[in-house]
C-alpha cells in the first residue's frame, strides 16, 4: 500500500517491484566500489560507473543485457530501459553490445515462486544479487502479531576480491534503501 501511494504521487503506474530492486542496487553499488568491479588474472578493475547487468530468461536460454550508468538514472529512467532491454532479448532485437561491459548482475526469480536460491557469478563480475519472492512474516507488533512483506535476496561473491563481512554490509545497506524507498525516489 505504501509503494502504491508513492507510486501515483510520484506517476511510475508501470514500475515493477524488479524495477525498484534495480533502482536500490545502482544506488547501493557506489558504496561498495568492491563489489561494482572486474576481477581478471590477478587485477582488481573497480568502476565509477554502475554498468548494471540484468538476467532475462528468453527462449533461447539466459540473456544479461547491461542498463548504462545506472547509478545516474532515475527510477522512471531504469525501468523504461530494463523493459526495452528485455523486449529486445526477447525479440532476438538485441545488440551485442548491450550484453557486454556488466560491472553487477540482478537476476530475480521471485516471479517463478523461487523463495530462495543461489545465483551463479558471471566473471569477470565480482558480485550478483539474486532476489526471491515476497512472502508475508509474522512479526511483533505490540501485543499482536502483524504480517509484512518480506523479499528474499542472496549475495554470490567472487570471496578472491570481498570477504563475507563488507558484502554483509552491501546487503544491509540495499535492504535500507529497500525499506526506505520513498528516499530514493525523492532524492
Do not use: W
Not at 63 to 81: C, K
Not at 130 to 157: M, R
Not at 165 to 170: G, K, L, N, T, V
Request: overall charge neutral.
Amino acid at each position: 500500500a505504501r509503494f502504491k501511494a508513492s507510486s501515483e504521487s510520484f506517476a511510475l503506474q508501470s514500475v515493477t517491484i524488479n524495477d525498484l530492486i534495480l533502482l536500490a542496487v545502482a544506488r547501493t553499488l557506489p558504496l561498495h566500489p568492491d563489489l561494482n568491479a572486474h576481477f581478471q588474472g590477478d587485477t582488481l578493475t573497480r568502476y565509477r560507473a554502475v554498468q548494471l547487468g540484468m538476467a532475462v530468461d528468453t527462449p533461447r536460454g539466459l540473456m544479461v543485457p547491461v542498463i548504462r550508468n545506472a547509478s545516474q538514472l532515475s527510477l522512471r529512467e531504469i525501468s523504461g530501459e530494463a523493459k526495452r532491454l528485455a523486449a529486445a532479448c526477447l525479440d532476438r532485437r538485441i545488440a551485442p553490445d548491450e550484453l557486454t561491459g556488466g560491472t553487477f548482475t540482478v537476476t530475480n526469480l521471485g516471479g517463478l515462486g523461487i523463495e530462495s536460491f543461489t545465483p551463479v557469478l558471471n566473471p569477470p563480475e565480482v558480485g550478483i544479487l539474486g532476489v526471491s519472492n515476497i512472502n508475508l512474516k509474522p512479526v511483533q507488533a505490540g501485543q499482536d502479531v502483524a504480517f509484512v512483506p518480506h523479499i528474499g535476496l542472496s549475495l554470490t561473491i567472487n570471496h578472491q576480491v570481498v570477504d563475507g563481512a563488507p558484502a554483509a554490509r552491501f546487503l544491509q545497506g540495499l535492504a535500507q534503501n529497500l525499506a526506505n524507498i520513498d528516499l530514493l525516489l525523492a532524492g
